[in-house]
């Protein structure tokens, strides 16, 4: 997997949009920070350059046996470890698995939205 299939997977999903929101950071590892959304809340965080790993939306149960079955999911770098999860795309974790889990967090995030915004993510 690389960023331009991981992008465009995570582009795929009905009004996903991606956005560059950390140009003013001070650390080029930040900036280069490509966040995923649906009708501007974010499902995904990936590091375009490094692709190292991506931050996920992930329901905290599953979050902790996902933590205990793969070494690449830890809880979420920088974000609230309880509904975040951090995914290492290069330790032991499938493509099918990883994809699996952004279709998840995508789902996590659309349903939350408010009735207005999911009826007008319908009409897209």
Excluded at 62 to 77: A, H, N, V
Aim: proline fraction near 3%.
């Amino acid at each position: 997997m690389n960023i331009e299939d991981f992008r465009d997977y995570c582009l795929s999903f009905k009004g996903a949009a991606d956005k560059m929101p950390f140009q003013n950071a001070k650390s080029d590892y930040d900036k280069n920070i490509m966040t995923i959304g649906v009708m501007d809340k974010w499902f995904c965080f990936v590091n375009i350059e490094v692709f190292d790993f991506c931050d996920l939306k992930c329901d905290p149960v599953e979050s902790k046996r996902l933590q205990e079955e793969y070494e690449g999911i830890t809880p979420g770098y920088h974000m609230n470890k309880k509904h975040w999860i951090s995914v290492y795309f290069n330790k032991d974790v499938p493509k099918d698995k990883i994809e699996s889990l952004v279709k998840n967090s995508y789902n996590l995030v659309a349903e939350g939205l408010s009735k207005k915004q999911r009826e007008a993510l319908e009409k897209l």
